[in-house]
């Protein structure tokens, strides 16, 4: 991969975000966070740009700053190829900075949109929720 991306110029994007996703596959989210972060600056496609976001998120929450996971996620638009996957990660982000109140709120929500019974009752139960306060 490392020769592949040498073929491309040094502010190819999409490059960039596949290097970055390498370095994330192979457990060194602390180099891919960086990447991300300049192939988002250069302007990725429509299709990369949502799994660049999850995937910063992600690294960001496994190098111990899920605040910023949270951050970059809230209000991020699902749907398409990345589905439901922004409030799976952001839920995971809300539990590991100490909300888990919070993640239980935004995981059911996720869910309810999947249940075509009890959906309508699993939303509002996790509407219900009280806010929460930071633990641990």
């Known amino acids: 991969m490392k020769a592949l991306v040498a073929e491309k110029p040094h502010d190819d994007a999409a490059a960039v975000y596949e290097w970055a996703s390498v370095h994330d596959f192979l457990g060194r989210e602390s180099e891919a966070i960086p990447l991300y972060e300049r192939a988002l600056e250069l302007g990725l496609d429509d299709s ?48 590991d900075a100490g909300l888990p109140g919070d993640a239980l709120r935004v995981a059911l929500a996720a869910l309810a949109k999947t249940l075509p019974l009890y959906g309508g009752a699993v939303r509002r139960y996790a509407d219900e929720l009280p806010p929460g306060a930071r633990q641990g």
Not at 70 to 76: H, T, W, Y
Not at 77 to 86: H, K, R
Request: aromatic share 6%; hydrophobic share 45%; net charge positive.
């Open 48 to 95: 990369r740009r949502p799994q660049a976001c999850i995937q910063l998120a992600s690294s960001l929450r496994n190098v111990g700053r899920p605040d910023e996971a949270i951050r970059l996620l809230e209000g991020f638009p699902g749907g398409g190829i990345v589905g439901d996957a922004p409030d799976a990660f952001r839920a995971l982000a809300l539990f």
